[in-house]
Structure formats: structure tokens, C-alpha cells
């Protein structure tokens, strides 16, 4: 957002994924289109640093694994 320069108000939409209860379940898939319309933010509000935290991080590293598995299979 900070490098287009362009402030907001920003419309998220077309998000797809599946919504989790209690983190339980399969999930159940987002099929409706959504959109959600964010407050006024400055373009030079937004870091300059990639998002970062521990959950991506895990996801990252499972993503690795699952990819040097796969390919010790071959």
C-alpha cells in the first residue's frame, strides 16, 4: 500500500478461503463475493517492512518441508 502512494479509503474483495469455527472442522468454503470498505489511511501509514510473525513463519517452514519431501520422492 505504501509504495502505490495512493490513500484510502481501500476496498478488500474477492477474498476465497473457508471459514473456520473454533478452528474445528474442515472449514466451511466462502463462496459469496464480500466486500469491505476500510477508514482513511494515508499511503505513508503503512510500513515499508514485509508482514511478519511467528504464524507465517510455521506455515513457511511446513510449506519448505512438504516441497523437500515431495522431491526426495522422485
Known amino acids: 500500500m505504501r509504495a502505490s502512494g495512493f490513500d484510502g479509503p481501500y476496498v478488500v474483495r474477492d477474498l476465497h ?3 473456520h469455527e473454533n478452528a474445528q472442522g474442515p472449514g466451511v ?3 459469496e ?3 469491505f470498505v476500510t477508514q482513511r ?3 505513508d ?3 515499508d ?4 510473525s511467528e504464524e507465517k513463519r510455521q506455515r513457511i ?3 519448505e518441508q512438504t516441497v523437500a519431501l515431495a522431491a526426495s520422492a522422485h
Open 33 to 35: 463475493p464480500l466486500e
Open 29 to 31: 468454503p466462502i463462496i
Open 17 to 19: 478461503g473457508y471459514w
Open 61 to 63: 517452514a511446513l510449506y
Open 45 to 47: 501509514e503503512f510500513s
Open 49 to 52: 517492512q514485509e508482514w511478519d
Open 41 to 43: 489511511y494515508r499511503a
